[in-house]
């Protein structure tokens, strides 16, 4: 039973977090920009970076305030994540984040024939 609330613990938070990255995402496209903007700020937060929020707004011109509050969340929702996840897990919790699956061809999917 604590095994099944524990999943769906996990579940929400990484809804919760797929719903901040897509808010960040969303003010940049809204705004013009590529995806891979977005991605830039949504790495930024995850890794812990220290760039400064008005220096990337200014830069992609975006609007600095619903950038910060955007960004603000994804930090909250990825350290609750983080948070949920090592209570599964018996000691540290390491994530690794690789941005370079789409450009090596032997990570992609392959259409298997049934």
Do not use: C
Not at 11 to 33: F, H, T
Not at 39 to 59: I, K, P, Y
Request: net charge positive; aromatic share 6%.
């Amino acid at each position: 039973m604590k095994m099944t609330n524990r999943k769906g613990q996990v579940e929400y938070a990484k809804e919760d977090l797929i719903k901040a990255v897509n808010q960040v995402l969303g003010i940049v496209r809204r705004n013009g920009r590529s995806r891979k903007v977005g991605l830039a700020l949504v790495l930024m937060v995850l890794l812990g970076g220290r760039s400064s929020v008005r220096n990337a707004a200014e830069t992609f011109g975006l609007d600095y305030a619903n950038l910060l509050e955007a960004l603000g969340e994804l930090d909250g929702a990825w350290r609750d994540y983080l948070e949920v996840l090592s209570g599964l897990v018996k000691g540290q919790v390491a994530v690794i984040i690789d941005d370079t699956v789409d450009h090596k061809e032997y990570s992609r999917g392959k259409d298997v024939s049934p």
